[in-house]
């Protein structure tokens, strides 16, 4: 069975950083998406970034350039780097893995009840 446990979410002032990370366990497939979501309080829920298993990676807009996914593929794990945090980054933090074409915009981004296998979440806070 499919499992994923994120980690390192937590308080942090704005400008901060932090590293979440996301194991999963019991996938063995070659060809994979993994996935960050977040759920900000009283919104819904929204794609952050992506990777694949052949190492192309996917951002949202808002994210872009503060944040980095990256991946050690041979032990399905993924990170995401996240800098010069914003209030407007507070959230659950979720991550996803799934079939490799689910990493196409279509699919990653607005369709995430495609993808099967999600973490617990870890909770973002950042405010001053």
């Known amino acids: 069975q499919v499992r994923l446990v994120e980690s390192g979410g937590g308080s942090v002032q704005p400008g901060g950083s932090l590293r979440l990370s996301c194991v999963v366990s019991?996938?063995?497939?070659?060809?994979?998406?993994m996935v960050w979501y977040r759920q900000p309080p009283g919104k819904q829920r929204e794609a952050v970034a992506a990777?694949?298993?052949?190492?192309?990676?996917r951002y949202t807009e808002s994210v872009r350039g503060r944040f980095t996914i990256s991946q050690d593929n041979a032990n399905y794990t993924t990170w995401l780097q996240m800098n010069s945090l914003k209030p407007e980054d507070t959230a659950m933090y979720y991550c996803?893995?799934?079939?490799?074409?689910?990493?196409?915009?279509?699919?990653?981004?607005?369709?995430?009840?495609?993808?099967?296998?999600w973490g617990p979440g870890t909770q973002v806070t950042v405010s001053s």
């Open positions: 996803a893995v799934g079939g490799l074409v689910y990493c196409t915009s279509n699919y990653w981004s607005d369709y995430p009840e495609t993808f099967t296998f």
């Open positions: 019991g996938y063995t497939s070659r060809s994979y998406c």
């Open positions: 990777i694949n298993s052949e190492g192309n990676t």
